[in-house]
């Protein structure tokens, strides 16, 4: 389970970051909401994440916070997982779900585990980490925690978890880019 803020996980250990990741992952997902840890209902998740069921809720695609080319946005999305080999399956969430952004940190930070002993793949992999926390992540969980207009208090500390645990990892890979 994740803890509110950040400092419930090491984030010196790739594997506790990459258990978070998941975890937070899931919790975006319908199904992982209604059964995680923060219990949101189905109406509650709908209402408080699904614009095309509720008209104020906030969407947990990247796409609709941002001013740019969304064709541009899939197209930078999908070069970052086929690089690591990962494709999208039929009917699976869009590429700029905030479910498929955490899950894809996950995938990294479980390799970024299994690269100790391997510095230049491990730095090829924090490499990627930084780019896609800082151009996509941090950015998605920012509109979304700043858009959120649930009044459903489980909805707000699932965003403001995934905020607390995104924004020490910005630090975190922030640093590493810094030296």
Do not use: W
Request: with cysteine.
């Amino acid at each position: 389970m994740i803890a509110a803020d950040a400092l419930g996980v090491d984030l010196a250990n790739p594997a506790e970051r990459s258990a978070a990741y998941r975890a937070l992952a899931e919790a975006f997902t319908y199904a992982g909401a209604t059964t995680g840890p923060f219990r949101i209902s189905g109406p509650e998740y709908n209402d408080a994440f699904d614009p095309g069921i509720c008209e104020g809720a906030c969407s947990l695609r990247e796409a609709a916070h941002i001013e740019e080319d969304a064709s541009a946005l899939f197209e930078e999305l999908m070069r970052f997982y086929t690089f690591f080999g990962l494709e999208r399956e039929e009917g699976a969430e869009m590429p700029d779900h905030l479910s498929v952004e955490l899950e894809f940190m996950h995938f990294l930070t479980h390799l970024e585990s299994q690269l100790a002993d391997r510095p230049k793949d491990l730095a090829s992999v924090q490499l990627a980490q930084h780019d896609f926390v800082t151009r996509h992540v941090a950015r998605l969980v920012k509109a979304v925690r700043g858009n959120l207009k649930s009044s459903c208090e489980s909805c707000a500390r699932l965003v403001e978890a995934c905020d607390d645990f995104v924004s020490a990892e910005l630090a975190l890979v922030k640093q590493r880019a810094d030296g």
